[in-house]
């Protein structure tokens, strides 16, 4: 009879160094890689793989990007053998821990004087997020910031939005000028011919409401898109 015996060996037979737990006790938790920390999330692999291997599989599921990994959902952990709902659960609570840090590390300013201003502020909101979301902050004379709104939500590559939404919260807040901004959760930072379209229209809109479209940002989480900066912010 053939031995069928699984050559697997987990977490438990390594060296004490290699363990994820204890090396970060020992070591620091610097010294451990993206894989290593996720384990120690994870707790358990399977009888087929360790916590770290698990880790790996996941991790190479999105080409090793943190980013990447910050949009995945419950489902879309739990589609990985050996990952159930606690082990998902644990690990989505983490990645929104890093999130809201990030978010307090840049505090919101209350005043939006230029592009990376606008960029940070439609960051706190929309980064980590699988779809497109599109909000716009409403700012009086100073431009000081009087009101932030989610104005349109649509799906991975596309957002429905209706500028007089847009503009009837211009009223509402009393604003003197708005600056709208949505992802690209593709990471891809030119503007679609919709995109461009737009805000061809929101200038226009800006222009009869005496209340200036300013800006349209495109955000991702590592960079972004400024109509004004680039020059395209018109309207025909």
Request: proline letters at 3%; aromatic letters at 6%.
């Amino acid at each position: 009879m053939a031995d069928t015996t699984s050559n697997f060996q987990g977490i438990k037979t390594w060296s004490p160094d290699d363990r994820p737990r204890e090396k970060l006790m020992s070591k620091g938790q610097l010294a451990l890689s993206d894989a290593e920390l996720l384990a120690i999330l994870i707790g358990s692999g399977s009888s087929k793989e360790s916590a770290v291997e698990l880790s790996r599989r996941i991790l190479l599921s999105v080409n090793g990007s943190l980013d990447e990994l910050g949009k995945l959902s419950l489902a879309d952990l739990m589609k990985f053998h050996g990952m159930g709902e606690a082990k998902s659960v644990t690990v989505l609570a983490a990645l929104e821990f890093a999130r809201r840090r990030r978010v307090q590390e840049s505090p919101a300013k209350d005043k939006i004087v230029s592009s990376r201003d606008a960029y940070e502020r439609f960051l706190q909101v929309m980064g980590d997020i699988a779809h497109e979301e599109f909000w716009a902050i409403y700012l009086n004379r100073a431009n000081k910031i009087l009101s932030m709104k989610k104005v349109g939500e649509g799906g991975t590559s596309a957002t429905i939005v209706d500028p007089k939404k847009i503009f009837q919260g211009a009223l509402e807040s009393k604003a003197c000028s708005v600056v709208v901004g949505h992802n690209h959760p593709s990471g891809n930072l030119q503007p679609s011919s919709q995109d461009k379209q737009l805000t061809s229209r929101l200038v226009q809109a800006g222009k009869v409401m005496d209340c200036p479209l300013t800006d349209h940002i495109i955000v991702t989480n590592s960079a972004y898109f400024s109509f004004a900066d680039e020059g395209v912010l018109h309207s025909e």
